[in-house]
C-alpha cells in the first residue's frame, strides 16, 4: 500500500510546487472563499495551506489520506463532465507518503475540529483538538525519507518560483477568491476576492502595464471567451505571458497556441509572443481533463471550433483596435 502511494507520488508530486497546487486545489473544491498559503525554504522546509472551506469531519479527514479516497467522483460515468479540480483522490495519499503532514479540519457543523499527523505514510495520530471552520494542512520536509529524491529539488529560490507560478495560474482565474502567499514570513502576494480581472493581473504581474491590455469577449457556439490582450509592442522573446485558462483551470493546449499566433500574425516581429490572458467556458463534458495526473492537458472533442472560436475572438479585437 505505502509502495503504491510513493510510486502514485511520483507522478503528482514531484517537488513543493506540485503539492501547493494539489493543496489550493483542494482548497477551492472545498469551496473556500480565502486561502492563505505559507511556504518556508521554498517549501523544502514547510508548506501550509489554510482555507476557510466546507472542511471535514473526523471520519472524513481518516479517509481523505487514504489512496484513492476521492469525495468528489462516485462512479466512472462522473468522469465525463468534471466540475471539481480535484477528482483522481491520490494527491493527499501521495503528499503524506512523501513527507510529515498535519492536518486540522472542522466543518461549520461542529463545534470541535479534528486532527490528523501522519508521517511519510505512518498514521500517528488523528483526533480533537482546536481550530477554526475550514482546513489546514501542513506538509513539512518533502521526500526526507527518500535522498535521492529530495537531492533533485533546486535552491529555495528556484522551487519558490515555481511555487509562484502555480500561486499564478490558480488566482488569476479565481478573481473572487481571497489570497496571500508568504515565504520566509513576507508577504509576497496578498490578493483580494473583490477586485476586477485586470487588477488582479496587475498585482501579480507588476512588470506588465495591466490597464493598457485589450479586452475582448464573445459568446457563441456554446464558448464563452474572454481574452486580455497585450499590445504588439509588448511582446515577448517567449510565452511566459501566456496563459489560457478552461473553466478555472489553467491548461496548456496546442490548438489555442496555434490560435494565438494565428491572430497575431502580421502584427508581430519574427520570434515574438504576445501577453495573452484568455479565459474559456464551455461546458464540461466537451473534452477531456483525465489525460494526465496534473491534468494540464485536455483533450478538445471539437478542437477545430475551440480553435476557431479563440482566433475570431482575437483577431477582430486586435484589427479593431488602433494598434
Ligand atoms: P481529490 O481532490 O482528487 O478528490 P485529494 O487526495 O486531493 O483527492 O483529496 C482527497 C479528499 O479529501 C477530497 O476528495 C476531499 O473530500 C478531501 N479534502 C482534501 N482537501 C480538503 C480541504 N481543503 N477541505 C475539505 N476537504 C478536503
Ligand atoms: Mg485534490
Known amino acids: 500500500q505505502n509502495m503504491v502511494n510513493m510510486i502514485a507520488a511520483g507522478e503528482v508530486i514531484e517537488r513543493p510546487a506540485s503539492a501547493v497546487k494539489e493543496l489550493m486545489e483542494n482548497s477551492i473544491d472545498a469551496g473556500a472563499t480565502a486561502v492563505v498559503v505559507t511556504v518556508e525554504d521554498g517549501g523544502r522546509k514547510l508548506i501550509s495551506i489554510t482555507d476557510n472551506g466546507e472542511g471535514m469531519d473526523r471520519d472524513d479527514l481518516a479517509a481523505a489520506f487514504e489512496s484513492h479516497a476521492t469525495s468528489k467522483i462516485r462512479d466512472t460515468s462522473d468522469l465525463s463532465g468534471i466540475t471539481t479540480l480535484g477528482f483522481r483522490g491520490e494527491a493527499l495519499a501521495s503528499i503524506a507518503s512523501i513527507a510529515h503532514v498535519r492536518a486540522v479540519s472542522r466543518t461549520p457543523q461542529s463545534d470541535q475540529a479534528n486532527c490528523i499527523e501522519i508521517d511519510c505514510g505512518d498514521r500517528q495520530s488523528v483526533g480533537p483538538c482546536s481550530g477554526d471552520v475550514g482546513t489546514t494542512i501542513q506538509v513539512r520536509d518533502l521526500f526526507y525519507k527518500t535522498p535521492a529524491r529530495r537531492k533533485f529539488l533546486r535552491t529555495a529560490n528556484t522551487e519558490m518560483g515555481h511555487i509562484t507560478e502555480q500561486f499564478t495560474r490558480i488566482a488569476l482565474p479565481k478573481d473572487q477568491l481571497g489570497l496571500t502567499l508568504i515565504h520566509n514570513g513576507r508577504e509576497l502576494y496578498r490578493l483580494s476576492g473583490s477586485l476586477a480581472l485586470r487588477q488582479r493581473i496587475a498585482q501579480?504581474?507588476?512588470?506588465?502595464?495591466?490597464?493598457?491590455?485589450?479586452?475582448?469577449?464573445?459568446?457563441?457556439?456554446?464558448?464563452?471567451?474572454?481574452?486580455?490582450?497585450?499590445?504588439?509592442?509588448?511582446?515577448?522573446?517567449?510565452?511566459?505571458?501566456?496563459?489560457?485558462?478552461?473553466?478555472?483551470?489553467?491548461?496548456?493546449?496546442?490548438?489555442?497556441?496555434?490560435?494565438?499566433?494565428?491572430a497575431y500574425r502580421g502584427l508581430l516581429e519574427p520570434n515574438r509572443f504576445p501577453v495573452v490572458f484568455l479565459f474559456i467556458q464551455m461546458p464540461y463534458d466537451e473534452y477531456d481533463v483525465n489525460v494526465h495526473p496534473t491534468k494540464t492537458e485536455v483533450r478538445f472533442y471539437n478542437s477545430n471550433l475551440v480553435h476557431s472560436q479563440i482566433l475570431a475572438t482575437m483577431r477582430e479585437k486586435l484589427l479593431g483596435t488602433d494598434l
Not at 464563452?224 to 522573446?237: E, F, N, V
Not at 478552461?246 to 490560435?259: E, T
Open 204 to 262: 501579480l504581474f507588476p512588470m506588465l502595464e495591466a490597464d493598457d491590455l485589450v479586452e475582448a469577449s464573445t459568446d457563441e457556439k456554446g464558448i464563452r471567451i474572454r481574452a486580455l490582450l497585450g499590445h504588439p509592442s509588448t511582446s515577448r522573446t517567449n510565452n511566459r505571458f501566456q496563459y489560457a485558462f478552461l473553466n478555472g483551470r489553467f491548461i496548456r493546449d496546442k490548438f489555442i497556441s496555434h490560435a494565438i499566433k494565428e
